[in-house]
């Protein structure tokens, strides 16, 4: 569904992604993880279109995303760091994305009255607290029943309740066949959800493994402990 | 398009600098007139009017605007929008607050008290000169990240134009009065859209008789109909010209 290739980018002197090829299919739930500034919201604003490459390719269902817009269509993003017009209240913001998409389909509102939105629905965004600002970033995402979700630190934020609710609502989505691609650092979090991991680090990709290969090459049963081991080993190999 | 500009056309309304501006217009435009016997004295006071405050407060609330839209513009990009349209519909909601205001502000008693070529002129410079100072804050908002530093470039834009370049030029005429260069500041004019809108105004108000040797080569080329087409494209190509460089940039911005 997406494929990347050789993908670059710099931010002035300093190389954000280092030559990353991925490729992800439709029914994985994929988790990025990695160190803070390794590069993983710059890939998934790659993939947005919000960030431009300097070299290499994205493709969306076989086509390429550059200069494209439509296949956003298909896609519900919920950044990291919502942050949306200061004087519109939840209503209107809601109202406003609704009509810029037009979209006939179903809309899917389960995250709305999961999260009770509705009550707060004339509260203007700037008095929002940083948790609710991620609920309204969460009913955005799964609004209008997108192909592929992209989640930037879904839970971060949250209270325990709540990131309860969008986990179920994630492991819904994900028997419905979509992609689902999380970054998080709470890896005990991601242990019933994902199927495959990417880590990054410094810009690249250390690997990209189905979840039951990586636990049965380390003989671990929680991925927090596999990762932890993969990455002692590699401390322990000679520098070259 | 139409709904994005309508998105941002609301947001403008609701912000009330806009509102207050088209008051502060037409109030001064009502009392000028009121206060003068002759529409002519009137015209002239309105035409300091528009020279000044229409390109500040245009380039000014534009740049803000931008600045403070940039949440917006984020939410829009992940969404299934192309970022010309968003840009695009951006300057045109920008651009149709500002005529607007001038408009009802400064074009209503312009039209009720001079209604004839001079008046239609005013009006018609009054809303170039706002499109083309939005088009400079698109410009200055889109130079640098750093909001202090793209209102301060837009402030020294709008004195470049309104008070530095006519400086420049008056030390020009002086150090060079003894050559022949009334052609040349036709030419120089060019360079100023504050200065094309002024001297088209002027040329047709009865003070024009005043400006000696300079104002009658003006009058010979700002006179003539075609004169006045290519000043309104070169009037034109100052609000296009801003607006593509700042267009072709956000194309290739990371957000």
Redesign the interface.
């Known amino acids: 569904m997406i494929e990347i290739k050789e993908l670059q980018k710099k931010f002035g002197k300093f190389e954000v992604l280092k030559n990353i090829n991925l490729s992800c299919k439709k029914g994985e739930c994929i988790a990025l993880i990695g160190p803070n500034g390794c590069g993983k919201t710059t890939l998934i604003k790659s993939v947005l279109g919000m960030v431009l490459p300097d070299s290499g390719t994205i493709h969306f269902n076989g086509n390429s995303v550059l200069g494209e817009y439509l296949y956003r269509e298909k896609i519900g993003y919920m950044p990291q760091i919502g942050r949306y017009p200061d004087n519109m209240t939840i209503g209107q913001i809601i109202e406003m994305i609704k009509k810029i998409r037009n979209s006939s389909d179903d809309l899917d509102e389960d995250l709305l009255h999961a999260f009770e939105l509705e009550k707060m629905f004339d509260k203007q965004m700037r008095t929002l607290s940083g948790g609710t600002t991620q609920k309204v970033s969460a009913v955005l995402a799964f609004l209008f029943n997108p192909d592929v979700l992209i989640l930037d630190e879904p839970t971060a934020g949250l209270d325990p309740l709540a990131a309860e609710v969008l986990k179920e609502k994630i492991i819904k989505e994900k028997e419905k066949g979509k992609l689902i691609l999380i970054t998080s650092h709470l890896l005990s979090e991601l242990d019933d959800l994902i199927t495959e991991i990417i880590f990054m680090q410094e810009g690249k990709v250390h690997f990209h493994q189905k979840v039951e290969e990586l636990k049965t090459t380390t003989g671990e049963e929680k991925i927090s402990k596999a990762i932890a081991k993969i990455l002692k080993n590699k401390q322990n190999e000679p520098n070259h | 398009m139409n709904?994005?500009i309508k998105?941002i056309l609301s947001?403008i309304i609701?912000n009330k600098i806009v509102l207050a501006y088209t008051l502060i217009l037409s109030i001064l435009s009502w009392s000028s007139f009121a206060l003068e016997d002759n529409s002519s004295k009137g015209l002239l006071t309105i035409l300091n009017v528009i020279l000044f405050t229409v390109p500040l407060v245009s380039i000014l609330f534009a740049t803000i605007y931008l600045y403070?839209?940039?949440?917006?513009i984020?939410?829009?990009?992940?969404?299934?929008?192309?970022?010309r349209k968003i840009w695009l519909s951006l300057f045109f909601g920008l651009s149709t607050a500002m005529v607007f205001a001038f408009f009802i502000g400064a074009g209503i008693p312009l039209l009720v008290n001079s209604p004839d070529s001079i008046g239609f002129m005013m009006l018609l410079n009054g809303c170039l000169i706002s499109v083309i100072f939005v088009a400079l804050a698109f410009l200055s908002s889109i130079l640098t990240r750093d909001k202090a530093k793209g209102i301060g470039l837009a402030i020294m834009i709008w004195l470049y134009f309104a008070l530095l370049f006519d400086g420049m030029v008056l030390f020009l005429l002086f150090q060079l009065a003894e050559y022949p260069i009334e052609n040349m500041m036709v030419g120089i004019t060019a360079f100023s859209p504050i200065d094309l809108a002024r001297i088209q105004i002027l040329l047709h108000l009865d003070v024009s008789a005043m400006m000696g040797y300079t104002g009658a080569i003006f009058k010979d080329f700002f006179g003539t109909s075609v004169g006045l087409i290519v000043s309104f494209v070169l009037l034109s190509l100052w609000a296009i010209i801003p607006f593509f460089i700042s267009m072709r940039k956000f194309n290739?911005?990371?957000?």
């Open positions: 709904r994005i998105i947001d609701r403070n839209s940039a949440e917006f984020e939410l829009l990009l992940s969404q299934p929008i192309k970022r290739k911005k990371d957000l």
